[in-house]
């Protein structure tokens, strides 16, 4: 982002994006009455408003107008027409409404989602922009690229990086550029003899004309240095960008004479310095990676005029660019935070040729887009599940179902709403009375809608409640105990972020606007009362929602805002990618925390506790407005705490540093995998409960994940037994596994149900009846019995080779073995059989997120995951725990299990 327009203010008391302009003149004989520069400064601050909200979700312009007229105007013709070019787009009011209201005047700016562009293009810009700043060189002219243009050539630029490789031997940056392109700026082109020459005549005929690669243009005499400043910058571009060129500056282009310039008219050293400032200016974006500069020489030919020196003759020699050269940032804004700011170069063309990830042909056949980048807003992001479990429409139902119920007003979720009723006196009659205009729709209840959202809570909200009606704008409602300051400033709050995100995460596309209002609940009269309304914009009929389908399309944008997370997909594609929570997650996620205080999670493997851990982490810092220095995460293992601490949502320890220091500063505590923990050190369960209950008027939480079916040892674990963790969720549903591995895990979890280790309740194996999984996940299990250790490393080897061939990387492989000394035995042979096939990345668990192989202990990789695991003789001393450690093993993997038995 660049600095923002210091003329445009986005106003902060309204629940929506509002960008103030100031004074604008409105009507076409007043706006044809204005100087131009007067004209043009008007034009250009609406401009970028509009552009800087169609590109960050949508939003209004307030205008006010300079004209002295009391009667209704019209904008003006020569504004509508220049916004009618900035989306590029006959259909016009699938982007911009306007209203008058008093002396201000509104327009009201949906977000930029290219299903609303002419359906004749097959090349639909990712977002809006005013101007490209490229150019390119066609025929004999230079011309300016539109965004679809610009579209085009990038994805060209970036296939063609991607592509070639970069020989490292070149000494200039021309790879990747045929013979053909460089041909124009070699010693056989004319140009360039005339480009060697040390001087010409007053009055000789270039032998050659305009073309594709050779422009003329005259010096201008008034002001030289920024005359030259402005023909660079086009002109650069569109040679770098177009197999090279020559800019010959002092040539009529008509008769193709030799002109120059008076030698009393230019200082040399200063042209040339000139020159180079304005070519060093220029933007550039590589695709490639070795990134070289852009390559261009001048040449400064001595003029004469009767065999005297008369002037000068002023060459710019372009060479073929590997990349792209802009001649400034590209004229395309947004909104950062409160300031209107324009886009880089390197921002835009990301933005720009934003697509969904390439998914190999495995993970596709694992994974189902719920929400692409195609037509939806710029700044969202792709959002994948697996196969199997629910869709963002199935979720939608489950959780919002029948939106517009044809004959009354739903209230949702029902238990919250009866809880709220017996809690707060008072509370149904003033939702019946806010209802009353209102017969068709859904009224979404949460404890607090700004936690929803990853807001802090506000102390004194009873609750907040989201309607979703027919012939209504979506309206938030905020209801307080007491008269309070800043409840407006809250409601409106959450009311924007809400919008923000139904679009710019959840890839809602229609005209949208959410209503904040706030209701107090006296306790004395059972009547509200409501604080004066602060944003009196008047939106159009058009920002209704008219039908069922307007309101599913709403509520499955709000799924993905409630339920989405970062996926791990993210760290292996190299893009921001998201998943989102079962429903079952959901519900465990929505808990009250305060009525929850203490609970024991016990997930079966591969059903998502470690992402839940992160999740509540984050809930609990709103919801008890505490820094991440009050929350602790305690694991057994470091790898584990790594991985957690990079995330910086909190402290991260292992169970034996927990036993070690006091940590008095903690409030909150998240245990993980603590089925391998153990009383070794002291009891780390009755220390973890006497600091979260340090204070009896607001103890902390703590929350507990273990999965007993993943015990990989025999002594005391420490936890209490089964019957007395009297607060406990279950979830059941396997989220990780490709169905071999799935079935793999169900056998053995079944022969720890027939012969369970004495440390483990029998009860809690009654889970495995419960279990659920995404069935028809494609993945591949394969055990391989008495191998040799030179045998194993080599199948190792070869298998990771022929899976990084179909797209694989080393970041997807974890090699697990039994105990760490068995690490070492590996760690060698392994790297001597990997460097054969020019794999050489390999490390421990301790950075698993790092592009590296994996190369640990079955028990220290506990809690991480993979799509690629290789188990090497995974046994055990303890017989008793042996399917437990193939339970462990197994549930790391994704896709790929390879269970390698070695000979005894």
């Known amino acids: ?256 004479k030799v002109l120059g310039c008076s030698k009393e008219k230019v200082d040399l050293k200063s042209l040339e310095s000139v020159i180079e400032g304005a070519i060093s200016n220029l933007p550039l974006v590589h695709f490639c990676s070795s990134q070289p500069k852009m390559e261009y020489s001048t040449r400064i030919i001595n003029v004469f005029k009767r065999e005297e020196l008369y002037g000068y003759l002023c060459v710019i020699k372009v060479e073929p660019f590997c990349c792209v050269v802009f001649s400034e940032d590209p004229k395309s804004w947004m909104v950062n935070e409160k300031n209107v700011c324009r886009l880089t170069a390197g921002k835009w063309v990301d933005m720009l040729t934003d697509t969904d990830p390439e998914l190999i042909s495995e993970l596709a056949e694992a994974f189902e887009s719920q929400l692409s980048l195609s037509h939806r807003p710029p700044l969202c992001r792709p959002v994948y599940s697996k196969k199997g479990l629910e869709h963002k429409a199935d979720l939608q139902q489950r959780l919002f179902p029948d939106p517009v119920p044809s004959d009354h007003l ?104 959410v209503m904040a209002k706030v209701l107090h609940l006296s306790a004395e009269s059972n009547t509200e009362s409501m604080e004066g309304a602060v944003c009196l914009i008047s ?173 990989c040892h025999l002594d005391e674990s420490g936890l209490p037994p089964l019957s007395e963790q009297n607060s406990k969720e279950e979830l059941t549903r396997v989220v990780r596994n490709a169905e071999p591995i799935v079935n793999f895990l169900l056998e053995e979890m079944q022969a720890i149900r027939n012969s369970p280790p004495d440390n483990i309740p029998s009860e809690y194996l009654r889970m495995l009846l419960e279990a659920e999984w995404a069935r028809g996940i494609q993945g591949y299990l394969k055990i391989e019995e008495d191998l040799t250790r030179e045998k194993i490393v080599t199948y190792v080897a070869n298998t990771c080779k022929a899976l990084f061939a179909k797209g694989y990387s080393e970041k997807d492989v974890a090699v697990l073995v039994s105990t760490s000394r068995e690490v070492e035995r590996y760690k060698h042979e392994l790297l001597r059989a990997m460097r054969k096939k020019r794999i050489l990345q390999l490390s421990d668990a301790c950075d698993a997120s790092g592009d590296h192989i994996v190369l640990d202990s079955v028990r220290r990789f506990s809690g991480l995951e993979r799509n690629i695991v290789f188990g090497i003789h995974p046994s055990t001393p303890e017989t008793a725990i042996s399917h437990n450690f193939l339970v462990c093993l197994a549930s790391r993997a994704k896709q790929h299990l390879y269970i390698l038995w070695r000979s005894v």
């Open 410 to 513: 739903r209230y949702t979720p029902e238990s919250l709403w009866q809880e709220l009723v017996s809690e707060h006196e008072g509370l149904e009659e003033l939702i019946h009375r806010q209802m009353r205009p209102f017969s068709q729709g859904i009224l979404i209840f949460s404890r607090s809608w700004a936690v929803d959202l990853n807001l802090q809570e506000k102390e004194g909200v009873l609750c907040d409640a989201l309607l979703i009606a027919q012939n209504s704008p979506p309206i938030l409602y905020t209801i307080l105990g007491e008269q309070e300051a800043g409840g407006q400033d809250y409601c409106n709050s959450t009311a924007f972020t809400l919008k923000q995100k139904l679009v710019n995460l959840g890839g809602y596309t229609g005209k949208l606007c």
């Open 1 to 256: 982002m660049k600095m923002s327009h210091r003329s445009l203010v986005v106003e902060l008391s309204c629940p929506d994006l509002v960008i103030n302009v100031g004074k604008v003149t409105l009507g076409d004989q007043s706006r044809n009455e204005l100087q131009e520069t007067q004209r043009d400064h008007e034009k250009a601050k609406v401009i970028q408003a509009a552009c800087a909200l169609l590109n960050s979700g949508g939003g209004v312009i307030r205008l006010e107008m300079a004209n002295e007229d009391e009667y209704p105007m019209k904008m003006g013709k020569d504004l509508a027409c220049s916004l009618r070019e900035l989306i590029q787009s006959s259909y016009f009011p699938a982007f911009f409404e306007f209203k008058q209201q008093g002396r201000s005047f509104y327009i009201f700016v949906k977000s930029w989602s290219n299903d609303a562009l002419a359906e004749d293009s097959s090349v639909k810009p990712h977002i809006c922009s005013l101007n490209s700043s490229l150019y390119s060189t066609s025929c004999s002219y230079v011309l300016p690229m539109d965004s679809r243009e610009a579209l085009q050539f990038l994805k060209k630029k970036k296939n063609d990086a991607k592509h070639s490789l970069i020989s490292e031997t070149e000494t200039s940056p021309l790879s990747g550029i045929s013979k053909a392109d460089h041909h124009n700026t070699s010693e056989s082109n004319p140009a360039y003899k005339v480009f060697q020459m040390k001087s010409l005549k007053h009055g000789d005929i270039l032998p050659f004309s305009q073309s594709q690669s050779i422009e003329f243009e005259q010096f201008n005499t008034t002001d030289i240095e920024q005359h030259i400043i402005n023909l660079i910058p086009r002109y650069v571009s569109a040679f770098a960008n177009t197999g090279g060129g020559y800019l010959f500056i002092g040539v009529d282009e008509n008769s193709r």
């Open 539 to 711: 939106y159009p009929r058009s920002y209704t929602l008219v039908d069922t389908q307007q309101a599913e399309a709403l509520l499955q944008a709000l799924v993905i805002v409630l339920l989405s997370f970062r996926s791990l997909l993210s760290d292996q594609l190299g893009c921001e990618v998201l998943d989102l929570l079962t429903a079952q997650q959901y519900a465990l996620f929505s808990k009250n925390l305060r009525k929850n205080r203490e609970l024991f999670v016990h997930g079966l493997p591969g059903s998502g506790k470690t992402i839940m851990a992160m999740k509540i982490m984050e809930k609990i810092r709103n919801v008890f407005h505490c820094g991440t220095d009050r929350i602790l995460y305690i694991c057994e293992n470091q790898p584990l705490r790594n991985f957690i601490s990079n995330k910086n949502i909190c402290e991260a320890v292992t169970r034996k540093t927990f036993m070690k220091k006091d940590f008095k500063h903690i409030q909150h505590i998240i245990v993980d995998e603590a089925q391998n923990f153990r009383k070794e050190d002291g009891d780390w369960y009755e220390k973890a409960r006497t600091i979260t209950q340090r204070t009896n008027v607001c103890p902390g939480i703590l929350w507990i994940f273990l999965d007993y079916f993943q015990t």
